[in-house]
C-alpha cells in the first residue's frame, strides 16, 4: 500500500503532464532520498538528469499530448507526423513541430525534446487534424499533409526519407491521391511530386 508521501510525489508528476523535473519536486516537498527510492522501485524513470516520469506513462503518443501542451499553436509534424502514421522505419530522437511563422517561439523545456519549424500561415493550416488520447489533445497533420511536408523537406530530411513515404502512403487503404495531390498543389509541389506518383500507380 503507498504511502501518502509516495501518492503526492506521483499526483503532483501526473498534474504536471507525467513529467516533472528535480526543482519541481524539491518545490513541493518531494526531497531527493523519495526520489530515489520511487527510482528504484519503478515509480518513476529518470528520463534525463533532473527529469523524471510516471512509468506509466511513456508511450509516443503521451509524449505528442505534453508537447502539444507546452506549445498551444504546435502541430506534430515532419518526422514526428510521419512515425505516427507508420510510413516510415526511422525513430525520431526528438518530437517535431510545425508553428507558424508569424508566432513568437516559445522557451521549450528541458523534456520532453522539441524541434520548432516555422510554417508559412498557409502551409501551417493546411491538413490539421485533432485526435483525443487519454484525455488530452494531439494536434497532428493528416497524412496527406505529412507525405507533402517530408516531400517539401526532402532535401533536409532525406531522399531516401522522402521516398519511403510516399511507398508507404500508396501501399495503405484507404488513401487519397486526389487530395495528396490538392495539398500538393497549394504547397507548390505539384509537379515534383507527381511523377514519383505515377511510378508507383
Given at each position: ?12 508528476i501526473?498534474e ?19 526520489i530515489?527510492?520511487l527510482?528504484?522501485s ?7 538528469r ?13 509524449q505528442?499530448?505534453?508537447a ?15 512515425e505516427?502514421?507508420?510510413f ?37 493550416s493546411?491538413?490539421i ?7 488530452g ?8 499533409k ?6 517539401r523537406?526532402?532535401?533536409k ?23 495528396l ?15 514519383f ?5
Open positions: 500500500m503507498k504511502n501518502n508521501r509516495v501518492e503526492n510525489a506521483e499526483n503532483i501526473r504536471n503532464g507525467g513529467v516533472a523535473t528535480s526543482a519541481l519536486l524539491h518545490a513541493n516537498g518531494i526531497d531527493n532520498r523519495l530515489e527510492k527510482v528504484a519503478g515509480t518513476i524513470d529518470r528520463v534525463q533532473g527529469v523524471f516520469q510516471l512509468a506509466d506513462v511513456g508511450d509516443s503518443n503521451d505528442f499530448v505534453l502539444c501542451s507546452i506549445v498551444p499553436s504546435g502541430v506534430v509534424a515532419l518526422l514526428s507526423a510521419l505516427y502514421h507508420q516510415t522505419t526511422f525513430m525520431a530522437r526528438e518530437i517535431n513541430l510545425a508553428i507558424p511563422r508569424s508566432a513568437w517561439a516559445p522557451k521549450l523545456p528541458v523534456y520532453p525534446p522539441m524541434k520548432l519549424t516555422f510554417f508559412s500561415n498557409s502551409a501551417y493546411l491538413g487534424t485533432t485526435l483525443n488520447h487519454n484525455g489533445c494531439i494536434r497532428i497533420y493528416d497524412p496527406e505529412t507525405v507533402c511536408d517530408i516531400f523537406y526532402r532535401h530530411l532525406g531522399q531516401d526519407i522522402a521516398l519511403e513515404a510516399i511507398k508507404e502512403y500508396m501501399r495503405r487503404k484507404p488513401r487519397s491521391v486526389q487530395k495531390m490538392e495539398y500538393a498543389k497549394i504547397l507548390r509541389i505539384d509537379k515534383k511530386i507527381r511523377p506518383l505515377e511510378a508507383l500507380v
